[in-house]
């Protein structure tokens, strides 16, 4: 366990913010300043708030001690994007390395098996924090909670995309067999998401596969817990430059090479004749964003019954009203 080396762990100081008004956390957007930020951090409110994260979500929250950050991963709402900056944070010359003892896919094996072996200890979760270092990450005045969250529905079209759509060829971890097992299908019939979207409807919190656990059941979005609580439509390379000059970073390694789940899916023979039968040709709809491609999607569904898009309102009902999020 990491922990051991945790408790003593020094944060990397910052550079020098001047002191302006405190910030209450109904103030905070996504133009707040860096002087407002490290204002919030030392905010007892913050405190409270960041020991209450660590505890209410300890096996999900990733922890860099030396940075004082706190980032709880939301699946497809930049995870990949994160882990990439998350390593360089660490850093930035490091080389892919193989440790025989990650076989994991989460994410905090994700980010420590392409560190070398000696920086592997620098990122933790936080259910390998002892309580006195929790305290006194929480109270150090850097600390700096963080989380990503992004459109119910959408979010659903990319893990289906991403997992189901393109059967065996679809990447690990997304519950395929699960998916196929409660709909009584084979592995070499194509899942339309109509039925996938029953599927996700009728599994509860507590067994539904990460990628379409609700982000306020995974991470407590909406809940008030964060500093910045990232908006991926809208705010997230600007959240994340504010959130590395907020720990001392520089800002300037945001963008990553990333293949969305749609241009994945296109890799895909069988995930394209998928998409085909249910949204036409391939011709009118590869170059449409991830907004347009899931509108169709959520459209292309038989006359009678509830709406496709209904279906998953219910399912997501507290995260639509916890973010604020709607479907048109």
Request: net charge positive; hydrophobic share 30%.
């Given at each position: 366990m990491w922990h051991a080396l945790v408790a003593s762990w020094p944060l990397r100081e910052p550079a020098h913010?001047?002191?302006?008004?405190?910030?209450?956390?109904?103030?905070?957007?996504?133009?707040?300043?860096?002087?407002?930020?490290?204002?919030?951090?030392?905010?007892?409110?913050?405190?409270?708030?960041?020991?209450?994260?660590?505890?209410?979500?300890?096996?999900e929250a990733l922890v860099l001690p030396?940075?004082?950050?706190?980032w709880c991963p939301t699946a497809k709402a930049g995870t990949t994007t994160m882990t990439s900056v998350l390593r360089?944070?660490?850093?930035?010359?490091?080389?892919?390395?193989?440790?025989?003892?990650?076989?994991?896919?989460?994410?905090?094996?994700?980010?420590?098996?392409?560190?070398?072996l000696a920086d592997q200890g620098r990122i933790v979760m936080a259910n390998e924090l002892n309580a006195t270092a929790r305290h006194q990450l929480c109270t150090s005045g850097r600390a700096l909670t963080?989380?990503?969250?992004?459109?119910?529905?959408?979010?659903?079209?990319?893990?289906?995309?991403?997992?189901?759509?393109?059967?065996?060829?679809?990447?690990?971890?997304?519950?395929?067999?699960?998916?196929?097992n409660w709909l009584g299908m084979d592995i070499d019939k194509p899942v339309p998401f109509r039925k996938f979207v029953r599927f996700v409807a009728n599994q509860s919190d507590e067994a539904i596969n990460v990628h379409y656990k609700p982000q306020s059941v995974r991470c407590g979005a909406?809940?008030?817990?964060?500093?910045?609580?990232?908006?991926?439509e809208t705010s997230f390379e600007d959240d994340v430059k504010l959130m590395l000059r907020a720990t001392g970073m520089s800002g300037d390694f945001v963008s990553e090479d990333h293949i969305a789940s749609a241009a994945?899916?296109?890799?895909?023979?069988?995930?394209?004749?998928?998409l085909e039968e249910q949204i036409g040709p391939k011709a009118t709809w590869e170059g449409d964003s991830s907004s347009e491609l899931s509108r169709k999607l959520?459209?292309?569904?038989?006359?009678?019954?509830?709406?496709?898009?209904?279906?998953?309102?219910?399912?997501?009902?507290?995260?639509?009203?916890?973010?604020?999020?709607?479907?048109?």
């Open positions: 913010l001047a002191e302006p008004e405190s910030l209450h956390p109904k103030e905070r957007h996504s133009g707040t300043t860096l002087d407002e930020l490290r204002e919030f951090m030392r905010n007892k409110s913050s405190h409270k708030s960041c020991l209450k994260l660590l505890n209410d979500h300890a096996d030396e940075f004082g950050l706190i360089r944070m660490i850093d930035p010359t490091s080389m892919p390395s193989v440790n025989p003892n990650i076989h994991s896919f989460s994410v905090a094996d994700r980010v420590r098996k392409k560190l070398k963080f989380t990503i969250v992004r459109n119910p529905w959408e979010r659903l079209v990319s893990g289906y995309l991403g997992k189901i759509a393109a059967g065996r060829d679809g990447g690990p971890g997304g519950g395929l067999q699960d998916v196929l909406g809940l008030n817990q964060y500093i910045i609580e990232s908006r991926l994945r899916c296109l890799k895909s023979k069988f995930c394209t004749a998928n959520y459209q292309a569904h038989p006359p009678g019954g509830d709406k496709l898009a209904d279906v998953v309102r219910r399912r997501y009902e507290n995260d639509a009203t916890l973010l604020g999020y709607t479907h048109s």
